[in-house]
């Protein structure tokens, strides 16, 4: 069907907060939709929980991988078996507010702009406040996501029936923001939807909070993917360190 909506989540032991996330997109209000989950070699019960949901709701799909290889490539493989008009990224420990999915495709169908992406909640592991919302702005431009990715995974929403497929750049962090910007090289602007329509969840040891971690690969990432010269990547890395930096700071 036209709005058709295909969900990608990669998975890896993430039996504590699969139930949560899982009622979360049967909670939708718009129920055309296919979930892909990638299981990673999960150690857990992530994959005996996922296949209990299977077998009551059709719309879910699991593929379970024997070696892990990491969120990009389990990624790609969701979106290289996607179906649906839209495309939309939930991470298996994330969740969405009811109308997520609904808001989106009446935004795009509302402004024209086939890459829309929405504010959240800031939370803990527990569910509990730990930093402000996070209200995107309006609009995102290719340089925008260069120094700062605004665009979160958990709301990002793409009409890939007219900005055609794309795939994740195969690097260990950053490569949500390889592909939000593939896209960007193809259109102005990406639509930032001011509503809190979902829940990022916020844990201890996750990779995207170590932002001394994360140096390294973003100037990797300037330098090696997008090939940006030396002082080109040193301007968007200053930016990049000072928006963090103010991003989290309540």
């Avoid at 857990?44 to 990009?72: C, E, Y």
């Avoid at 169908?109 to 890459?115: A, K, L, R, S, V």
């Avoid at 990547?233 to 963090?244: D, E, K, L, N, P």
């Amino acid at each position: 069907m036209n709005d058709l909506v295909s969900i990608v989540t990669p998975v890896f032991n993430a039996a504590d907060f699969l139930e949560q996330t899982i009622a979360s997109v049967q909670s939708q209000t718009h129920v055309n939709w296919e979930w892909i989950l990638i299981d990673d070699a999960s150690s857990d019960q992530s994959v005996t929980i996922i296949q209990a949901h299977q077998k009551k709701d059709p719309r879910i799909h699991l593929i379970t991988l024997k070696a892990n290889v990491g969120s990009a490539q389990t990624r790609n493989l969701g979106i290289e078996k996607a179906s649906g008009k839209y495309l939309t990224f939930l991470d298996a420990d994330d969740l969405w507010l009811p109308h997520f999915i609904q808001t989106s495709i009446q935004t795009i169908q509302q402004t024209n702009i086939p890459f829309v992406f929405a504010s959240y909640h800031r939370l803990n592991e527990q569910l509990e406040p730990l930093y402000s919302d996070f209200i995107v702005p309006n609009k995102v431009t290719y340089t925008d996501i260069l120094k700062s990715n605004s665009i979160s995974c958990l709301t990002a929403f793409v009409d890939v029936q007219t900005l055609g497929k794309k795939f994740m750049p195969n690097v260990r962090k950053r490569q949500d923001m390889g592909l939000w910007l593939q896209y960007l090289k193809e259109i102005p602007y990406a639509y930032g939807i001011a509503e809190v329509l979902a829940i990022y969840r916020i844990r201890k040891n996750s990779l995207s909070r170590n932002k001394k971690a994360l140096l390294a690969s973003q100037w990797y990432y300037y330098r090696k993917v997008e090939k940006l010269s030396f002082l080109a990547s040193a301007y968007y890395m200053t930016h990049w360190m000072v928006r963090g930096f103010l991003k989290y700071r309540n």
